[in-house]
Nanobody, 125 residues
């Protein structure tokens, strides 16, 4: 069983930045696709970003493109989400997801196998 653990959430002002981290257990972390999703109050969980295991390809939701960046450090079994120019609408619980296959479709939470418990990001005016 793969364990996924997020950290780095908190309260930040509009225009500020946060870096979320996610570690996943397992000796084959470098073979995991990793993703970030978020769920705002009263809304469904939505795709934010993902990074492939094979070629490090990255994918973003249109709402965060140009502001968020996903990266991974396989030596540390960690994936990061650098969130810049934060807006009030970025307020949500952010979840990290992992899978030892490429989820299809990538942008749907239905295809991802392993999940963390989430970390709250609150963007204040």
């Amino acid at each position: 069983q793969v364990q996924v653990l997020e950290s780095g959430g908190g309260l930040v002002q509009v225009g500020g930045s946060l870096r979320l981290s996610c570690t996943a257990s397992g000796r084959t972390f470098r073979n995991y696709a990793m993703g970030w999703f978020r769920q705002a109050p009263g809304k469904e969980r939505e795709f934010v970003a993902a990074i492939s295991w094979s070629n490090g390809g990255t994918y973003y939701a249109d709402s965060v493109k140009g502001r968020f960046s996903i990266s991974r450090d396989n030596a540390k079994n960690t994936v990061y989400l650098q969130a810049n120019s934060l807006k009030p609408e970025d307020t949500a619980v952010y979840y990290c997801a992992a899978d030892d296959m490429t989820p299809i479709p990538l942008r749907s939470d239905q295809g991802w196998k392993y999940w963390g418990n989430g970390t709250l990001v609150t963007v204040s005016l």
